[in-house]
């Protein structure tokens, strides 16, 4: 595990959320219940904003809510899938981003959703608007429930990783390491 500055990284978080669930179509969130043990919870509907938070939606989730009361810190997991990512980290024998992010947050309140948070869930549901299941899974989506994000860390895999752990990357974000490794390969 490597702490990761939040602030300086939060795009380069939102970015791998981003693949990461393109390629799993949800995310784990840990949560503690009323008994002091841990829950884990698969979400589909998260989504993460530009100032460190996010909101998720809590339609299906039953045990999350009602961790909220007395232990609203949560951890959110999100690991890239994606076959590609992985063929071509094992080809390097290296990952060029991280396999996986844990973000760590507290939970907030349970609120009906703005307009542009019924757009943005539509938005990332409309592969499937044709099909039944559609509606009856999404149709009725009336709650979400806020997340302020307070740290978060890599998931490390051994010697592959290694790369990621560089001065330049943890100052500079993914981002730079990527646009490197584009120019080098153009060369």
Known sequence: MIALDIKTHWPDIRQHFKRSFSTNFHVAIASIDSQGLPVNTPIGSLFLYRDCRGIYYEKYPSTLPGNVAAHPEIC????????????????????????????????????????????????????????????SLWGDMDSVREIQFTRAESVQLGSMSSRLNTKQYHKNGISSLLNKETKREQT
């Open 76 to 135: 959110v997991l999100a690991v890239n899938s994606g076959v590609w990512f992985w063929l071509r980290s094992l080809l390097q024998n290296r990952f060029y981003a991280y396999p996986g992010i844990r973000l760590h947050g507290i939970l907030g309140i349970s609120r009906k959703p703005s307009e542009l948070e019924k757009k943005r869930l539509k938005r990332r549901m409309r592969a499937t608007r044709f099909l039944p299941g559609n509606k």
